[in-house]
Structures are given as C-alpha cells and as structure tokens.
C-alpha cells in the first residue's frame, strides 16, 4: 500500500511539472517575443546572470515606476524587483555583497538587458556610488530622469504625508516655510561649489529630502565624471507624459535594442489625458496606461510656488549651462 501511494504521488509529481512546463511564461517564451532570439550589446547567450546592464539612477518623482513598467512590457528587460524595480544595493543592501546582488539578476535565457530602478541614488550618500557602479560593471549605462523640481518638491511631499495629513496644501506651505530658509541659509555658509555639494550629500535623507533632491546640479557632475554622454542618458521627466513615444524612441536608441515601442503604439485615454500603450504583436500585454495624478489634493498657493521659484532659480541657471539647452521650469 505504501509503495502505491508512493507511486501515485510520483505520477501526480509528473503531470504537474508537464502541465507547468507547457504554460507559456510570457517573460521569457521566445515564441511569444520573437525578439529575444537575438542577443543584445551588453551579454552572450550564454550569461546566466551578472551585475545590472543599465540602472535608472533618477530623480525620484519624476515619473520612473511609470516608465518602468512600460519597458518591462516589452519582455526584454529583467528586473530585480517586480513591484519597485529597485534593489538600493548600493544605499540600504551594500553589506548583502555582490553575490547576492549578481543573484537579483539570474535569467534563464541570457539575452535580456538587466535593469534597475533605485531613483534615489542620483543625490544618495555616498557620492563614490558611480564609481562603485562602474567597479561591478565596466560597461554599465545609466538614465536620468529630469523634472520640474517645484513640482516634484510637492510630488514627494505628498507621497510621504498624504495619508496621515488632511490639510496638505498648507503643511507643505509650513514645511517650506522652514526648510526653505534653512536649507539656503546652510547652503550659504559654505565656501564654495565643492563643499556646498558634500553638504547636500551628507544630508539627503534628511527632513528636506524633497527639496535638496531637487538640486540637480550638485549631483550632475559627479555623475558625469563616471558615465560620458554615451553611457548616460538624460530625458526630460515632462516629455514621457507629453509625447512618450520621444523618450521611448532615446531610450531604445541608448541601449541598442530592438525598436520594439513604436509612436502607433499610443493612444491618448480621453477620459484622464494621459497616453495608454496598446498591445501589439510586439507587446502581447495587456493595455499600460499612465496613471494620472489626483486631482483631489490641494495645490500649494501661489506665494509658495514664487518662493520655491526663488530658491531653485540660480541652482536651476547652473544646470542649464552644464547641459547646454534649457528646460521650461518655472
């Protein structure tokens, strides 16, 4: 009797392994994406995992999650993390090692190009995190995501308080109020450009998170220094709502992967404003659309979006010059 049920657990053992195998895995069927039969730039067909070929490395609130989810559509990227995208390897998880972070990235096929999105380490501490980057994967690539600063100011605001605070729109006017002036008035103190940076460093993860993140350009040339025009792209965080098709187009330039997210692939959602991607022969997923932001919250008054206006201004200027063309910012 043992051995018979021994045998008919065998049996139920087999056909669960047959039905599981037939199931097509829409992330790695080469049927399903026909593309994947073709190796990309960064890896052999052989490679059975690795350190990530490109990271999103910011800014935070500016649209990345977004994004991501439409390039993780296209079944070509693996992703550390299926929710976040994120691993903050290089901020929260150091200690954890290489092996475990080379572990994140473990794919059957080799061919797809692996991805991170950790937003935060364009203006994360420390600042030798390129460099760390670089150490792991000599090849490596990186997208920085540009936008409005004000307005990602009160976007991360919002992100962090809205749940426990009813009066938005006027606890961020307080907590402008304070940080604005303190953050300046500590900016002011240091001597020069050089200092003025490792301060803002020191304190990213600080109560004026959301306004010191948005000081790009105490970020930008570290990060240059690392990764040349050919290894770093910047988009313009704005655009991938206006005309994402534009950004969609850079990106899959940048990386030299296949053209795979075409302008006939958007359709503009009446009802929200905002573009859906349709699926396609080449994106068998289910429609993606961009989710547009509340419009039940309170905007902040317009004295302080003037003082914000203010603030980031000369920052802004600076920027501006370092990458030879203008955003229009307020």
């Known amino acids: 009797m043992k051995r018979l049920r021994k045998l008919l657990l065998l049996n139920v053992i087999g056909i669960v392994l047959i039905i599981y195998n037939t199931i097509p895995d829409y992330r790695t069927n080469r049927n399903t994406f026909p593309h994947l039969q073709s190796t990309t730039p960064f890896r052999d067909s052989t490679d ?16 990345n999650t977004v994004m991501m989810n439409f390039l993780n559509a296209t079944g070509y990227f693996q992703v550390p993390n299926r929710t976040t995208y994120s691993s903050d390897f290089f901020t929260g998880n150091w200690e954890r090692g ?15 190009i692996t991805i991170e999105n950790s937003p935060h380490y364009f203006y994360a501490y ?59 008035g500590e900016l002011n103190t240091k001597i020069d450009f050089h200092h003025q940076e490792r301060h803002v460093l020191s304190k990213w993860n600080s109560r004026n998170r959301c306004i010191q993140a948005g000081l790009y350009v105490y970020h930008l040339e570290r990060w240059q220094k690392s990764f040349n025009h050919s290894r770093m792209l910047i988009l ?8 994402p098709w534009t950004s969609y187009a850079k990106i899959q330039d940048f990386l030299e992967m296949p053209k795979l997210i075409h302008k006939e692939d958007w359709v ?15 994106i068998p997923k289910p429609p993606l659309c961009v989710q547009p932001k509340s419009t039940d919250i309170q905007q902040p008054k317009e004295e302080i ?23 229009p910012w307020q």
Not at 98 to 112: A, D, I, P
Not at 268 to 282: A, E, I
Not at 305 to 327: C, D, Q, V, W
């Open 126 to 184: 420390p600042p030798t995190i390129p460099q760390k980057m670089l150490t792991l994967n000599p090849n490596m690539k990186v997208i920085l995501q540009l936008c409005d600063p004000i307005q990602r100011a009160f976007s991360c605001y919002v992100h962090n308080h809205k749940h426990y605070t009813p009066n938005i729109a006027g606890a961020f006017a307080e907590y402008a109020r304070v940080h604005l002036l303190q953050l300046q």
């Open 268 to 282: 503009l959602n009446n009802k929200t404003g905002q573009y859906c991607l349709k699926p396609s022969s080449r």
């Open 48 to 63: 059975k995992g690795g350190f990530p070929d490109v990271i999103v490395i910011g800014v935070e609130g500016c649209g």
């Open 236 to 243: 313009d965080g704005d655009d991938m709502i206006r005309e």
């Open 305 to 327: 979006i003037s003082a914000f206006t203010t603030f980031y201004k000369p920052y802004n200027e600076e920027l501006f010059k370092i990458l030879g063309y203008r955003y």
């Open 98 to 112: 290489e092996e475990w972070y080379r572990s994140l990235f473990t794919q059957e096929n080799g061919q797809r």
